[in-house]
């Protein structure tokens, strides 16, 4: 069974840096794309990032290009969301999402997702 397992949110000044993990278990994952994606209170859930496990090719939101960088580590089968100069606007629950195949950026093309991890950035 899938598991994805987010940590490392918490609370930081506007321009200020965190990484997220996403660690990721029960299955090989090589056919894989994962993705992060973030919902504010109110709001829908919203693309980030994504990957492949096999290539690393990526995408981003135009929202977060520049600024986020997302990375795998694939002997940990770990994905990262590096994130710097943070935006009050970027305050969100952060999830990480799993799907065999390409990566989109439609939440509702992936079938596996972790619990989520609350980012709030102060102005």
């Known amino acids: 069974q899938v598991q994805l397992v987010e940590s490392g949110g918490g609370l930081v000044q506007a321009g200020g840096s965190l990484r997220l993990s996403c660690a990721a278990s029960g299955r090989t994952f090589e056919s894989y794309a994962m993705a992060w994606f973030r919902q504010a209170p109110g709001k829908e859930r919203e693309f980030v990032a994504a990957?492949?496990?096999?290539?690393?090719?990526?995408r981003y939101a135009d929202s977060v290009k520049g600024r986020f960088t997302i990375s795998r580590d694939n002997a940990r089968i770990t994905m990262y969301l590096h994130m710097n100069s943070l935006k009050p606007e970027d305050t969100a629950v952060y999830y990480c999402?799993?799907?065999?195949?390409?990566?989109?950026?439609?939440?509702?093309?992936?079938?596996?997702w972790g619990q989520g991890t609350q980012v709030t950035v102060s102005s």
């Open positions: 999402a799993a799907k065999k195949g390409s990566y989109y950026s439609d939440p509702n093309r992936y079938d596996y």
């Open positions: 990957t492949t496990w096999s290539y690393g090719n990526t």
